[in-house]
């Protein structure tokens, strides 16, 4: 069966709602806290992962996390909450949901996701060459824009 590992680091914010509700789950058989995973550590352990769990339930502006999994080719099952809507490709790189249920639910469908397809979406919305195009594109309009202004 599937484990699930739990990285993430714990603020002090959170470390006692950790001790109280999650440390008691841990039993490091099915699930295992491993903590932070440093940087050169993300790409292995992303892309070893059958799906990245993403339970988010605050308006995160972007979420980096879920776009390192895309970029592994692993597809992603997060709340709907801030970007995450405009982020995950539902049914393509992964699964919205807005409860844990919805989240069990989701986790055969996930399992079948070609993962091929995840990180081909990642390449076409957000490497670093997209992102580049996009920026030179802006600049362009807004250079042109400035010029026909002083023209005028």
């Known amino acids: 069966g599937l484990k699930l590992k739990l990285a993430a680091k714990i ?7 950790f001790r109280e509700m999650v440390e008691p789950l841990v039993d490091g058989d099915r699930v295992e806290y491993v903590g932070e995973i440093e940087e050169d550590k993300k790409a292995e352990f992303l892309g070893k992962a059958a799906g990245l769990v993403f339970p988010i339930d605050w308006p995160e ?9 895309m970029a592994c080719g692993t597809p992603v099952i997060a709340w709907s909450s801030g970007a995450m809507p405009e982020i995950v490709d539902q049914g393509v790189t992964g699964f919205i949901v807005d409860s844990m249920e919805g989240a069990v639910a989701s986790m055969p ?25 996009d920026y030179v594109s802006a600049y362009a309009r807004l250079i042109g824009a400035s010029a026909e202004a002083r023209a005028s």
């Not at 603020?11 to 709602?17: L, T």
């Open 61 to 69: 502006p972007f979420g980096l996390a879920v776009i390192e999994a």
């Open 11 to 17: 603020g002090d914010d959170d470390r006692a709602y």
């Open 109 to 133: 469908g996930m399992l079948r996701l070609d993962r091929r397809k995840v990180r081909a979406v990642f390449e076409r919305r957000f490497s670093a060459e997209r992102m580049t195009r």
